[in-house]
């Protein structure tokens, strides 16, 4: 049972799907945020009943907002050494959480990367998906010199500095993927990766769904790699936060 | 410049000029977004009035008629203004941000003092 850490789930509209994630997650930690991301489903209430902590946006800002706002709970409690994002849409197996949060114990890693990619897994993703990963991947290992197989997945960990550099405007509003590692790792965070498996979503759309989502959401991830990788001031701003929280 | 061109073109702008006016005494408009919105009725007037300064800028910009700098001007400042509200829009964004956030952990907190349990762990 996880005790040291507190496992952020962000949710908006997941009513359907909550309450079998939710079943399944506290067998294996024991401080679960679920961050309703303002939904208009029965999504809040049934986080509720699981007898979880449950914090409710009074109207949705998106993914990254609500991981934003767990980073933000979690850092005013002493309690939490580490965070872990987890989809509230089932993709995510909890079995695979102590895997990410060992390095950050041993201190081999402050941001550590649940990776679809690193060993063959029996779930095949979508072509265009992992076509997109992929192609992220090359760019984020090559602007900063280290294989990082699946900078896209939704599931990591992280430890109280990172997270304090989350809470500043460098963490993305929208999408918080490739560039983020590439931000981390120019500031000097050692970043890890270890093999996980994910399953199929049991919802049927996702936030990258449709036709306009995954343009805009290419053209978002290439403008703000080539950003982050430009700057040339990052560790001196991590000096700055994390001195102010 | 026609003069019937003339007489449209400083109409529009002194209604425009008395709109925003308008606006900001009456509250529904804040004096920092009006202020593009006052350049631009303002440049619009100056340039209709004084003639010979819209020739010169014609001739800089190297437009045929005078007419055409106007549009152009205009065009001009109402993509300031646009971009103006996109840079609004985007710190307006991380502002609610801050205040949703809060709102929510200050709601859990107080459902928790209701209650009369602290089930969050040490602060």
Do not use: C
Not at chain 1, 196 to 202: C, D, G, I
Not at chain 2, 39 to 55: D, K, M, N, R
Not at chain 2, 68 to 92: D, G, N
């Amino acid at each position: 049972m996880i005790e040291d850490s507190l496992i952020i789930v962000p949710a908006y509209n997941e009513a359907e799907v909550i309450e079998s994630t939710l079943k399944e997650l506290r067998e294996y930690a024991q401080n679960i945020l679920v961050v309703d991301d303002g939904s208009t489903d029965q999504t809040y209430e049934q986080a509720k009943n699981q007898g979880v902590l449950v914090l409710q946006h009074l109207t949705n800002l998106g993914y990254a907002s609500a991981l934003k706002t767990g980073f933000l709970y979690g850092l005013r409690h002493t309690a939490y050494n580490y965070f872990l994002t987890f989809d509230a849409d089932g993709q995510h197996p909890p079995a695979f959480l102590e895997k990410i949060i060992q390095p950050l114990r041993d201190d081999e890693a402050d941001f550590v990367i649940g990776s679809r990619y690193l060993e063959p897994a029996e779930f095949k993703h979508p072509f265009l998906r992992k076509a997109g990963s992929r192609l992220f991947s090359f760019f984020t290992s090559l602007l900063i010199s280290q294989k990082i197989t699946d900078p896209t997945s939704g599931m990591v960990g992280l430890n109280r500095r990172v997270a304090k550099i989350f809470l500043s405007e460098f963490f993305p509003l929208d999408f918080p993927d490739a560039d983020v590692v590439i931000m981390l790792a120019r500031m000097g965070f050692k970043i890890k990766e270890v093999p996980v498996e994910m399953r199929a979503s049991k919802r049927k759309s996702s936030m990258h769904s449709g036709m306009v989502k995954p343009i805009y959401y290419f053209f978002k991830m290439s403008t703000s790699m080539i950003h982050f990788a430009l700057r040339r001031d990052l560790k001196e701003k991590r000096r700055e936060l994390e001195s102010v929280f | 410049m026609f003069f019937r061109q003339k007489i449209f073109a400083i109409v529009a702008a002194v209604v425009l000029i008395l709109l925003i006016v308008e606006l900001i005494r009456r509250r529904k408009l804040r004096e920092e977004y009006a202020l593009l919105w006052l350049f631009t009725g303002l440049g619009i007037l100056i340039l209709v009035l004084y003639y010979p300064l819209l020739l010169w800028l014609s001739k800089l910009i190297g437009a045929i008629t005078p007419t055409t700098t106007l549009f152009l001007f205009a065009f001009l400042f109402l993509m300031l203004i646009s971009i103006h509200f996109s840079v609004k829009f985007s710190r307006l964004f991380d502002q609610m941000h801050k205040v949703v956030s809060e709102l929510a952990i200050l709601k859990k907190e107080l459902e928790e003092l209701k209650s009369g349990k602290d089930k969050s762990p040490q602060s």
